[in-house]
T-cell receptor, first 115, second 112 residues
Framework: DVKVTQSSRYLVKRTGEKVFLECVQDMDHENMFWYRQDPGLGLRLIYFSYDVKMKEKGDIPEGYSVSREKKERFSLILESASTNQTSMYLC??????????????FGEGSWLTVV | DAKTTQPPSMDCAEGRAANLPCNHSTISGNEYVYWYRQIHSQGPQYIIHGLKNNETNEMASLIITEDRKSSTLILPHATLRDTAVYYCIVRVSNFGNEKLTFGTGTRLTIIP
């Protein structure tokens, strides 16, 4: 069974803390994504990566950075957490191309509360 | 990237077919239409995708208009477990530039 695993389901952090959200996929996918989801705003892309050490900014990259040192792992970093980063964070992965059967897989989400 | 438009909410009686529309009038030739759903507090679940032909799998059917400017997801016999937010996604895939553009989603409520 295919899997995208997010290391932490629920986190509570203090303002100013450095926060790491980890994501691992076991499907040898080239592409990995980080989204955040907020009520009324839907899913918004923060960053994505199409290969090891490669990254592209999404729609809302401010306040975030990412790291992809290995193909299976994509980390989202909040250098100095702020209360407006309280949200649910979703990791996803996919193979390149959109041929039949190519599917985007999502993790279960990480609920981050910054106090 | 093509944007999608969906109604914010819909109701459907249990056992009936649920038909969820999506408008993607600016879709380009190499973009696929994907449908996902999200049950509260969980990650989105893949349902179906297509390019221009109609598609069917064990979960649903996808009907894409001939001009590809809109599509409809059909859940043939809705159950209470189908209550969720459904997202229509247009996906472009060029190497190094793969993006997902999410619609606003439709909150589908199945009525007993």
């Amino acid at each position: 069974d295919v899997k995208v695993t997010q290391s932490s389901r629920y986190l509570v952090k203090r303002t100013g803390e450095k926060v790491f959200l980890e994501c691992v996929q076991d499907m040898d996918h080239e592409n990995m994504f980080w989204y955040r989801q907020d009520p009324g705003l839907g899913l918004r892309l923060i960053y994505f990566s199409y290969d090891v050490k490669m990254k592209e900014k999404g729609d809302i990259p401010e306040g975030y950075s990412v790291s992809r040192e290995k193909k299976e792992r994509f980390s989202l970093i909040l250098e100095s957490a702020s209360t407006n980063q309280t949200s649910m964070y979703l990791c996803a992965s996919s193979a390149s191309g959109t041929g039949t059967g190519n599917t985007i897989y999502f993790g279960e989400g990480s609920w981050l509360t910054v106090v | 990237d093509a944007k999608t438009t969906q109604p914010p909410s819909m109701d459907c009686a249990e056992g009936r077919a649920a038909n969820l529309p999506c408008n993607h009038s600016t879709i380009s030739g190499n973009e696929y239409v994907y449908w996902y759903r999200q049950i509260h507090s969980q990650g989105p679940q893949y349902i179906i995708h297509g390019l221009k032909n109609n598609e069917t799998n064990e979960m649903a059917s996808l009907i894409i208009t001939e001009d590809r400017k809109s599509s409809t997801l059909i859940l043939p016999h809705a159950t209470l477990r189908d209550t969720a937010v459904y997202y229509c996604i247009v996906r472009v895939s060029n190497f190094g530039n793969e993006k997902l553009t999410f619609g606003t989603g439709t909150r589908l409520t199945i009525i007993p």
